[in-house]
């Protein structure tokens, strides 16, 4: 009796992928969920250690200055006049908005770094993603120093930008996908740092949430920070599920893909 050999692809076609469902974390992916767990811990733990902070001057110049950008932006767009901005590494950041709308402006700074920390979080799913976002880090390093004169800080930030370019040749660029998802903990979780800065550091211009506070007297610097900090969680969370279901491709597919743009 003859047998019928099941029905198979055209000659010449490959067969189709197994259904993978979207939310189902491939192996790389998981790496990526641990990996931004860890890097919460770690930027916690340096930002607050004396010494060792100092280390991290130009992301955090990076991060409080594009803090301060959203501040600047929201209080432009509202008729405000800026008066006077300040960034640094030690003292944090500041700006001084004369009219536009304060309702407006104070919330712009967190919500700018947690988006823009969202989207950073994604390059460390995608090497095409990081290779674009790597362009702005790179401008965004440099930026800051214009109102930095710390010797060190300027050294530390010819570090930083020489091992993003550096990235760019390890692995075909793959070192830049935790480059970025680094910087994307950094600035989604940013409350938390400026809480820390505020309660460890005393340093001279106040948290966002301690100007809420000053803002709106009965409710209290700590309730703002637990309010932002539950935000910032879940825009973190919603991140990563669209990380979890955009990004799918393996790492040979991931390789040619980022190999199409700037290839290394």
Known sequence: ?????????????????????PLSP???????LYVTVVYAVVIFGIWNIPGARTLINPLKLFTIGWHELCHIIAAILTGGTIVSVTIDPYLGGATLVEGGKPSIILPAG????????????LGGFDTLVAKILSFVLGLGLVTPLVLVRDKLTMLLTLLYEGLLVGF??????????WYCLFVGVMNVFFVVWDIADDKFFRKANDSDCTQFH??????????????????EIGVC????FIGLVSFKLSTENMNAEAANFLPT
Do not use: E, K, N
């Open 110 to 121: 967190y919500l700018g770094s947690t988006i823009f920390g969202g989207v950073f979080i």
């Open 214 to 231: 000053i803002m709106f007297p009965r409710i209290s610097a700590h309730f703002w920070a637990c309010v932002w900090l539950i935000f």
């Open 1 to 21: 009796m003859s047998q019928v050999s099941p029905a198979g692809p055209p000659a010449g076609v490959l067969p189709s992928p197994p259904y993978t469902p």
């Open 168 to 177: 760019w040749f390890v692995g075909h660029a793959q070192a830049l996908r």
């Open 26 to 32: 491939t192996h790389d992916q998981v790496v990526v």
């Open 237 to 240: 969370i919603a991140f990563l």
